[in-house]
């Protein structure tokens, strides 16, 4: 296998690849690998592969490793835990391969990973399913069992023994036929013989249903119902059956016993002393006798042909409805007893079979209530009810007409802390709180009145403790309509009370306006303590709309209607500002559905007070505008100042360089070159204030290019190093050997940096030495952006302790006296400090007084990782002309004048206009090998003309812009107009030449 197929494999294979060497030190480690332990490879290179090994296998692995290298072991197998970067466990199954010379001697160790994780869970959860169903089939009611294809017993689930009184090592064995009568093999053999044929017609499965009669171990039979499903091999071959049984006896003698005639069943409906009822198995009401009519307040007329399901309260409609669907489903009678008009009603309901299927319901009901109450039947009822009341979950009482507890269980004995016997025959007020007693009577009179009830009641129980229960009260009441007593279920809600109070202390605790209303009715059902003292109390009944907008209906901009989703489940919460004109208030307010009492979905509003950052929004916002508008008109000024003062001052500069190509004796040249100086130092502050403008405003941007170091200290040094020799001042540079040379920065930025610093030293420095050296800093955030540290050290007048902290700020230096004495505008400094901070950096300085300063600052700087020797295009440059013909347009005349002067010293010939409808005919006549023009021109500007060149005309000529324009982005859109190229009013000769060379020689690729 070559290279880059082991490379590709070694890449792509889903398993783990780790080469180490003698020892275990980890060398080489594929992707899959660092997927499995969630390090990189370079985070794992150099380590041991001990070091991500469970510390229980660590020793065994040591020991492994050291055996197969000390001896001539070429390959092996074995499982291990390895620890992830999270610190859980990993189980992997690792193959390995010892690499070795061709000695024999070991060279390390090729290791292929596999991760154990999914397969061992796989196991794991088919032991559980497997652990489940063995759980299932010997817990199960039904009888589950299997026979082979011999028809003998190969497995019976225990429950056989409740069924039939054999264990299932009596049964296993056994044969399948003798478990049954005669007649019951018969019809299994037929139930085989369709499913069979099934089969041979095609059918996916052989599965049948029938009813069979059983062998006990007693000697007698049982009727049971069995399911059962032929068992094939993987050829489709029967190889036994599998089933399920269950007990069908009493369904049986149910059925038996409704084998009635018609005349018997007209006869029983007919009966008068309980209600009966035949309904269909949806509780259609198919007939009835008139005591079953009476007892649902009805006529029997009313009831045939119509659900029997409303004509009960609607309490007990699910009940009924349950006992139906369980005798329907279980195929055995289903006994209700429930309170229907005051009176306890015990019903029984049967359901009649045809053919196996449960066709329709009959039930008797009779009133049960004075046998219940009844003394002589009073235990026996509470036996009878005793297994159901003990064991629900909430606390049940009884009680007679006077309150007197005559019943209760030991879930509310429990609740109000005594025995159950403790407080049989007690009135009910001994455990209720005090202060509840005058409701506790207004609920009794409304009991008596046949009214059901359901509230709140605080307890007092026997250790003094209050508690509070959530009573539902049921009358029971004698067929003249007197209270014989009531039903009670008292559920625990202390917990709940308790933490809703604190819910309460917590709300009202918060500074902000909290309620809760009904979705529906919009009725107030909750205020917090910051609500209440703005609106006063609340009364019930009260609507939020009503109280807090003064409005009869609801709000139109209400969230309640977007609480609820299309099928009426909690949404999201809405977030909104509203103003409030009663309180003369903006709130934000977050809105959201709730569950309150009792499982009630309700409405939760939360409101704060945000006027005043609303007033501080919309008077940042007028800020906001002023300081835009304030910056765009001092970006407009400074533009215009700039084209202003750039116009006669290139004209001045022009003229001063057209004055240098002429003859000049030594006075003259001196007194031309201080002109000279003493404009570009003015336009040198022009362009400084505008750096410093562009930096304050945020649109400076920076340009990255690629550099090298040495070059760019050396262009800025020997800029002063004449000068300061003049003065016996040595200007020198020096760069660290570990620091690369190769950068990519904006090296026109950084220049500018350390033109500042090194004429700022030059200008301060009377004697001594000036030096600037480059350091390298590694940045520990940003691996491919390292700094590089730069120190300029001068022997000059230093700087005073106090100033030092200002140095930075624009127009200003050390003193008023050394302003005057070095002249200058301050700015230098100023725009250095904006600069490094743009490129990533910062900036220092240290001085004495009379002995120096050391300026240190630092920039972020990609290092160049080109290779040195990449391949360049080779390059033939057009040939060049000596002198070209050049069209300029031009509407100022002493600029006009300085450009024409300037082109003609340089031996070229040239043509002027005025403007650019001036240029636009000129040029539908003649033609120039280059155009140059102004931008800013009285009619069509620079840019139009382009436009109209390029676009009308036809011509591809080279333009080039002449103009005071050099706010940022200026050059750009120049370019895009269909120009060629850009200097810069004032511009200085060597520029605009550089310009037109370069404009005018055409590069085209060498042919091959």
Request: glycine share 8%.
């Amino acid at each position: 296998m070559n290279s880059e197929c082991f490379q590709g494999l070694y890449t792509a294979i889903g398993d783990g690849l780790v080469y180490t060497d003698t020892v275990g030190r980890i060398l080489k480690v594929n992707p899959a690998f660092c997927s499995i332990v969630g390090f990189s490879e370079s985070e794992m290179r150099g380590r041991t592969i001990l070091d991500f090994t469970s510390q229980s296998d660590r020793e065994e692995e040591k020991q492994r490793i050291l055996a197969c290298m000390n001896s001539d072991c070429r390959s092996g197998e074995y499982e291990k835990r390895l620890i992830h970067r999270e610190g859980r466990q990993i189980p992997l199954k690792v193959q390995f391969w010892v690499d070795r010379d061709e000695k024999g001697v070991a060279l390390g160790m090729w290791s292929v990973v596999r991760n154990m994780t999914s397969q061992r869970a796989a196991e794991e959860q088919a032991t559980r399913s497997r652990l489940q169903y063995l759980f299932m089939t010997d817990n199960a009611e039904d009888v589950i069992w299997a026979v082979d294809q011999t028809m003998m017993y190969t497995y019976i689930s225990p429950s056989v023994e409740r069924l039939r009184g054999f264990t299932p090592d009596e049964v296993i064995g056994s044969s399948f036929k003798e478990s049954m009568t005669d007649a019951s093999f018969r019809v299994v053999s037929d139930a085989l013989a369709r499913g069979f044929a099934a089969r041979a017609r095609g059918a996916a499965e052989i599965v049948d249903r029938f009813e069979i009669e059983l062998r006990c171990k007693d000697g007698g039979t049982i009727w049971v119902e069995s399911v059962a499903k032929a068992m094939l091999d993987e050829s489709g071959v029967w190889i036994g059956i599998v089933g399920s049984t269950r007990d069908i006896s009493d369904r049986k003698r149910m059925e038996e016993k409704l084998k009635e005639s018609q005349q018997f069943m007209r006869a029983l409906l007919d009966a008068p002393v309980e209600a009966v009822g035949l309904f269909s198995t949806e509780g259609t009401t198919l007939v009835a006798n008139m005591k079953m009519a009476q007892f649902l307040g009805t006529s029997m007329e009313a009831m045939s042909g119509q659900s029997v399901y409303p004509f009960f309260q609607p309490q007990l409609q699910e009940i009924i409805q349950k006992a139906f669907d369980d005798a329907v489903e279980s195929g055995e009678s289903i006994e209700v007893e429930s309170v229907h008009s005051g009176r306890i009603v015990a019903a029984t309901v049967y359901p009649l079979v045809e053919e196996g299927v449960v066709s329709s319901l009959a039930v008797f009901a009779k009133d049960v209530t004075d046998v219940r109450f009844a003394e002589e039947t009073r235990k026996k009822t509470q036996e009878k009810y005793k297994l159901i009341v003990e064991t629900a979950n909430e606390g049940i009482l009884g009680m007679d007409a006077d309150q007197r507890i005559t019943y209760a269980n030991a879930i509310f004995a429990d609740f109000i802390g005594c025995d159950v016997m403790e407080i049989i025959g007690q009135p009910l007020t001994q455990y209720i709180a005090i202060d509840e007693h005058t409701k506790n009577e207004n609920r009794l009179a409304l009991r008596k009145l046949g009214e059901r009830a359901r509230y709140d009641c605080k307890f007092r129980r026997k250790d003094g403790v209050e508690v509070w229960g959530l009573v539902s009260a049921t009358p029971l009441a004698a067929e003249d309509g007197s209270v014989l007593g009531a039903f009670a279920m008292v559920a625990d809600i202390t917990d709940v009370k308790q933490a809703h109070q604190r819910l309460i202390t917590i709300l009202d605790g918060i500074d902000a306006d909290i309620f809760v209303s009904d979705l529906e009715t919009n009725e107030i059902l909750f205020m917090n303590a910051h609500l209440d003292a703005r609106f006063g109390p609340y009364q019930d009944g009260l609507t939020c709309h009503a109280l807090f907008y003064n409005q009869n209906v609801r709000c139109q901009d209400c969230p309640k209607p977007r609480l609820l989703d299309k099928d009426g489940l909690p949404s999201e919460t809405v977030v909104s500002e509203k103003y409030n004109p009663k309180l003369n208030i903006w709130s934000l307010n977050h809105d959201r559905t709730i569950e309150w009492l009792q499982g009630q979905r309700v409405h939760m509003h939360m409101g704060a007070d945000i006027t005043e950052l609303k007033t501080i929004a919309e008077e940042l916002q007028v800020a906001i505008g002023k300081t835009k508008a304030a910056s765009l008109a001092k970006n407009e000024f400074l533009a215009n100042m700039s084209h202003e003062i750039r116009t006669p001052l290139n004209g001045l500069l022009g003229m001063l360089q057209l004055l240098q190509l002429s003859p000049l004796d030594d006075d003259q040249s001196k007194s031309l070159n201080t002109a000279l100086g003493s404009g570009r130092n003015l336009l040198q502050i022009l362009n400084d204030i505008l750096d410093i403008s562009k930096v304050e405003s945020g649109k400076l941007e920076l340009e990255e290019q690629y550099f090298e170091l040495g070059d760019v200290l050396d262009s800025v040094v020997s800029i002063f190093k004449p000068t300061a020799e003049k003065r016996g001042v040595n200007v020198s540079w020096a760069i660290d050997e570990s620091l690369p040379r190769q950068f990519m920065a904006d090296k026109g930025r950084l220049r500018q940096i350390l033109f500042n610093l090194v004429g700022n030293a030059t200008k301060f420095t009377e004697e001594g030495a000036i030096c600037v050296e480059a350091y390298p800093i590694q940045s520990t955030l940003d691996h491919e952006a390292p700094h590089i540290f730069f120190r300029v050290k001068d022997t000059g007048i230093g700087i005073p302790e106090e100033k030092i902290d200002n140095v930075f700020d624009p127009f200003t230096q050390a003193d008023g006296s050394i302003t005057r004495k070095y002249q200058g505008t301050g700015l230098g400094l100023g725009i250095v400090h904006r600069l490094v901070l743009l490129m990533g950096g910062t900036i220092s300085v240290s001085s004495e007084v009379g002995k120096g300063t050391v300026i240190a600052f630092t920039i972020k700087a990609k290092l160049d990782l080109r290779n040195q020797k990449m391949h360049v295009r080779e390059l033939v440059p057009k040939e060049r002309k000596a002198a070209y013909s050049i069209l300029v347009a031009e509407d100022e005349r002493v600029n006009q004048l300085v450009v024409q002067r300037l082109l003609e010293k340089n031996g070229h010939s040239v043509r002027c206009v005025f403007s650019g409808e001036e240029a636009v005919e000129v040029l539908q006549t003649e033609t120039f090998d280059l155009f140059l023009t102004d931008i800013q021109m009285p009619g069509l500007d620079g840019v139009e003309t382009t436009r109209i060149i390029r676009q009308d005309l036809g011509l591809t000529f080279p333009i080039v812009a002449l103009t005071a324009h050099a706010m940022k982005g200026d050059q750009e859109r120049y370019i895009g107009a269909g120009m060629d190229g850009y200097v810069a009013k004032p511009f200085e000769l060597n520029e605009l030449r550089a310009e037109i060379e370069r404009v005018m020689t055409r590069v085209v690729p060498k042919s091959k």
